[in-house]
């Protein structure tokens, strides 16, 4: 909320500044010239060892920096282009100077020990040279992530209604709730992959588990929580059971349920690493595992972005989501 | 503008119920022990009467609207509303509350839209949510969210969400206690305009001696908890009521003096 108000008086702030003309984005300018810079540093100086990938890397940045440039120049006639990348200019030089330093600790100057710590052409390599495998991790990783989550996001919501709706089914619940849930879905491991009878289902499970816990409680105290007002309206108004259920006590507890989601969404990120990392023969947690197996840090490395790329962008799925339907949250609460 | 929609509508709004309580008594547990709230509460509306239900707050005026509502059932006596005894909530009486009470999550239209949705009618009287809004002056509204709106279009808001399932009883529970003086003397003449335009039965809970004067037919005055009845006095001054005619200040005494 606060980010959207920086935006909007920031815009009216360059619109006043720039009617007489437009100052030149010296900070843009800046971060092309820090990425090119950084391109000109792995290509020019001489490196202490053998790396393979270098001029592409050196390419790679100074393309970058030549983005950022023609970015800046279009920006000036395009408000919104121009604003995004002032915001993010300081990041944006903040990187380039990281990757020269790294790119001068290891590749040039070989102050780190070199097996655990490739210089950033080595990443590139992997990316360029091992990515079908990447992809196919990736993709066995998501699939397990979304049949073991959806289930567990589901059967949580459906769960935490039921006990927050039924005073049998909470009588029933509760405990076993209590005693269970706060097990970390992980301890399980060893149970589940001697119950299930394949590893993948074994973690479908306990990644459904991981998820289903924080849904379930979450969705249940928003049921529980609904100002009895609301009933009392809806009653008078003809409604019935289901109608309350659907209508009114759903609706009312969707902000209780988001919150369950992200946590259900951060600790089933946990499992499912983990699960590929004991038992299932695939995903990023195998890649990682494997690429530690052989000592190749530098795939190591790659698998770690590639797994916080997707983790973070499932997180930015699921805040889009929320927004899109707790729209009308905005006035009524602070975010 | 407004008789113009009116004489578009198929169907005039239904006219208003009777409603018969009968020696209704009844008590909560509070920590175990019975805290009595109306004492032998009788009580008749007649269809079409406004009826104002003063008392000093805490007396239990609420108590005995969410009973009429068919919210909660009296511990014992009877009510009764169109010969039928009141077993539970129905759209017939519907209940305007001291808060909104607008669904945060839904637009103003789709908060009117509730009742039909609930029973059922959206479909074959859809038009009737539009008619609401523009009977209570927020059809420009339609799309917004309750928290957009300040507190009297919320409680107009409410009106029409009660409005819309044309309700032979009315039933206002301090609806306009929560508003600023100014929105509340607006609200009043409002609210006299729709009780004469629509021809329901009204019965209101207020602890404003003035209000209950302008609106009611009939104002019935009752004690501390548990609530008994201490006198019923009937308002023949013609509408619309001046606040400072000599009748009503002179009813306006007689009543402070029985709350005294």
């Known amino acids: 909320m606060s980010a959207a108000y920086d935006v909007a008086s920031g815009e009216a702030a360059t619109e006043r500044t720039a009617s007489p003309r437009r100052p030149w984005p010296a900070l843009e300018i800046a971060a092309a010239a820090a990425w090119i810079g950084a391109g000109a540093i792995t290509a020019l100086i001489e490196e202490a060892g053998d790396f393979g990938y270098t001029q592409e890397f050196a390419f790679l940045l100074a393309g970058v920096g030549g983005a950022i440039l023609i970015a800046a120049l279009v920006g000036r006639a395009a408000p919104a282009l121009g604003r995004r990348l002032r915001h993010?200019?300081?990041?944006?030089?903040?990187?380039?100077?990281?990757?020269?330093?790294?790119?001068?600790?290891?590749?040039?100057?070989?102050?780190?020990?070199?097996?655990?710590?490739?210089?950033?052409?080595?990443?590139?390599?992997?990316?360029?040279?091992?990515?079908?495998?990447?992809?196919?991790?990736?993709?066995?990783?998501?699939?397990?992530?979304?049949?073991?989550?959806?289930?567990?996001?589901?059967?949580?919501?459906?769960?935490?209604?039921?006990?927050?709706?039924?005073?049998?089914?909470?009588?029933?619940?509760?405990?076993?709730?209590?005693?269970?849930?706060?097990?970390?879905?992980?301890?399980?491991?060893?149970?589940?992959?001697?119950?299930?009878?394949?590893?993948?289902?074994?973690?479908?499970?306990?990644?459904?588990?991981?998820?289903?816990?924080?849904?379930?409680?979450?969705?249940?105290?928003?049921?529980?929580?609904?100002?009895?007002?609301?009933?009392?309206?809806?009653?008078?108004?003809?409604?019935?059971?289901?109608?309350?259920?659907?209508?009114?006590?759903?609706?009312?507890?969707?902000?209780?349920?988001?919150?369950?989601?992200?946590?259900?969404?951060?600790?089933?990120?946990?499992?499912?690493?983990?699960?590929?990392?004991?038992?299932?023969?695939a995903g990023l947690g195998w890649y990682l595992q494997w690429a530690q197996g052989w000592a190749s840090y530098a795939n190591m490395y790659a698998a770690l972005i590639v797994l916080a790329l997707g983790c973070s962008s499932l997180i930015t799925a699921l805040f889009k989501l929320r927004d899109r339907q707790l729209g009308w949250q905005k006035g009524v609460v602070r975010w | 503008m407004v008789s113009a929609a009116r004489t578009l509508k198929p169907e005039p709004f239904a006219a208003g119920g009777a409603l018969a309580v009968r020696e209704v008594t009844h008590r909560f547990e509070l920590e175990g022990k019975p805290l009595p709230v109306l004492d032998r509460i009788t009580l008749d509306v007649a269809p079409g009467e406004f009826v104002a239900l003063l008392g000093p707050s805490g007396c239990g005026k609420s108590t005995l609207l969410r009973l009429v509502a068919g919210l909660e059932p009296p511990s014992s006596g009877s009510l009764v509303f169109d010969g039928a005894t009141i077993a539970g909530p129905d759209p017939s009486r519907v209940v305007v509350f001291q808060d909104p009470t607008l669904f945060p999550w839904r637009t103003v239209e789709a908060n009117v839209a509730l009742g039909l949705e609930a029973q059922g009618l959206l479909k074959t009287h859809r038009h009737r949510i539009a008619e609401a809004l523009k009977l209570v002056g927020l059809a420009e509204f339609a799309s917004a969210y309750p928290h957009q709106l300040s507190g009297g279009m919320a409680q107009r808001a409410a009106l029409a969400r009660a409005l819309v399932n044309e309700p032979r009883l009315l039933i206002l529970d301090e609806p306009l206690g929560k508003l600023d003086s100014l929105t509340r003397l607006a609200m009043q003449s409002e609210l006299a305009r729709l009780w004469a335009e629509a021809g329901f039965s009204a019965l209101l809970v207020t602890h404003d001696v003035e209000e209950a004067l302008i609106l009611a037919d009939r104002v019935v005055v009752l004690s501390g908890r548990p609530a008994r009845i201490l006198a019923e006095i009937e308002v023949t001054e013609a509408r619309p009521r001046a606040r400072d005619g000599a009748a009503l200040v002179a009813l306006r005494r007689d009543i402070l003096g029985l709350l005294a």
Not at chain 1, 140 to 153: D, H, P, T
């Open chain 1, 88 to 281: 993010w200019a300081p990041w944006l030089i903040l990187i380039a100077v990281g990757s020269a330093g790294w790119e001068l600790v290891t590749a040039k100057l070989e102050l780190l020990p070199m097996p655990f710590f490739p210089p950033p052409q080595a990443i590139l390599e992997v990316y360029l040279d091992d990515y079908p495998r990447l992809l196919e991790s990736l993709v066995a990783s998501a699939k397990l992530l979304a049949v073991g989550y959806l289930f567990g996001a589901s059967a949580g919501f459906l769960l935490g209604v039921a006990v927050g709706w039924s005073q049998v089914v909470a009588y029933w619940t509760h405990p076993i709730l209590r005693f269970v849930g706060p097990l970390p879905a992980t301890a399980w491991l060893p149970l589940a992959f001697f119950l299930f009878p394949s590893s993948w289902s074994a973690s479908t499970f306990l990644i459904a588990l991981a998820t289903g816990f924080p849904v379930t409680v979450l969705t249940w105290s928003g049921v529980a929580s609904v100002h009895s007002g609301y009933y009392d309206v809806a009653r008078t108004l003809g409604a019935n059971r289901a109608f309350l259920v659907l209508k009114v006590a759903i609706p009312a507890a969707l902000p209780h349920v988001f919150v369950g989601l992200f946590m259900g969404l951060g600790s089933s990120f946990a499992v499912l690493v983990v699960a590929e990392m004991l038992g299932v023969k």
